[in-house]
C-alpha cells in the first residue's frame, strides 16, 4: 500500500516534493499540534511519522503507536523513548551531520558574546546610553588565551574546539558518559584537545560548554555542586540540552557570582525560561537556533524526509538511530 506520511510542523522544501513522491502526505498547522499526536500515531493511518524536538513520544504515547517509523527532524532524539520504540518494533532515525558547524558556530558566538558582553553594549547602544569610549566601559574577558573546557566527544563538540583554537583558545574536553566512551580517530580527537576527568575539566576551565545529549545518566551533570567547583570567572555555554543543567542552580550560581556568566541556547523546560535568568546581566539568552540557517533547514528537511521514505519501505534509513527495531 501508498506509505502515509504525517508531518507534525510544515518542513521546509525540499522534504514536501520528497515525500509526495513516495506517498501521499499530511502537514500539521500549528493549532492542531500536538494534541492530537498520540492519537495520530496510534489510529494506524500513517507509515511514519516526521516530528520535531518539541513533540513528546514518550513510553505511554508509543504504547499504542502503530507506525513504521519515526523520523525526527534534529540530531537530539531525548524527546522519543528509544526503547519503546524498538520493542515494538517502531525505527527511529535523526539528521546528524548537517547541523554539527552551524551548532558549534553558536557555541562560539556564546563564548565571544558572554565574554565580550555583546547583548549588554548593544542595548546600551540602543537604549541611547552610550556617552562615548571610556577606558572602563563594559570590560570583559580574554577569549585569547583561555582555556575551553569541552563536555562531550562528538561532532559538535570537536567542531567547537576547531573553531575555539581558531581564536587561541587552549581547548580540553572530558567525557560524560565514564570511561569505556572512546574518542573518535583522527582530527576530530585532535580538536577536542587534552583529555581531562570532569571534575578536573570543571574546576580549572575559563569557558565550559556542553555538547552531550540528553540521558537520564547526563541529566542535571552540571548541578549545584559542579557549579560550585567552576572557577568565580567561569563562563559556562550550553547549546545541547537544557536538562543537561540544572537551570535553578545555575540562577543561584549566577546571582551568587559562583560563576562569571552562562550563554545558552536552550533550556531545561523549554520555551519556559527559569525566573531569575533573564534578569540577569552576565547571561546571553538565545532561543534554540543551534541549526537555524536557510540551507541547514533545507539540508535537515531533505534527510528527514529521505530517512521516513526508506522506513516506510521497510528499509533501513540514511540516519538510523535504532536499527535493531527492524528485527524486533
Ligand atoms: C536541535 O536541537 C537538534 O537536536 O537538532
Ligand atoms: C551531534 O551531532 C554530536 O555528535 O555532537
Known sequence: STPRFLVTMPLPDPAHSILSRAGS???????????????????????VVLT????????EVLASARLDGISNYAVGFDNIDIAAATA??????????????PTADIAMLLILATARRCVEGDSLVRSGSFAGWRPDLLLGHDVAGASLGLIGTGRIAAATGRRA???????????????????????????LGTRLSFD?????????????????????????????????????????????VDEEALVHALRNGQIGGAGLDVYENEPHITPGLAQLRNTVLLPHLGSATIAVRARMAELCAVNAVAMARREVPPHPVNPEAWHV
Open 88 to 101: 515494538r518494533g517502531i525505527m527511529v532515525a535523526n539528521t546528524p551531520g548537517v547541523l554539527t558547524a
Open 165 to 191: 583554537a581558531g581564536f587561541d583558545m587552549e581547548v580540553r574536553h572530558c567525557s560524560a558518559r565514564g570511561p569505556r566512551d572512546t574518542v573518535r580517530a583522527g582530527d576530530h580527537a585532535v580538536s
Open 200 to 244: 578536573e575539566l570543571i574546576e580549572t576551565s575559563d569557558f565550559i560548554s556542553v555538547h552531550v545529549p540528553a540521558t537520564p545518566s547526563t541529566h542535571h551533570l552540571i548541578d549545584s555542586a559542579a557549579l560550585s567547583r567552576m572557577r568565580r570567572n567561569a563562563i559556562l555555554v550550553n547549546t545541547a540540552r537544557g536538562p543537561v
Open 25 to 47: 502526505v499530511e502537514v500539521w498547522r500549528d493549532d492542531v499540534h500536538p494534541q492530537n499526536l498520540s492519537h495520530a500515531v496510534a489510529s494506524g493511518d500513517y507509515s
Open 52 to 59: 520535531q524536538l518539541t513533540d513528546l513520544l514518550d513510553v
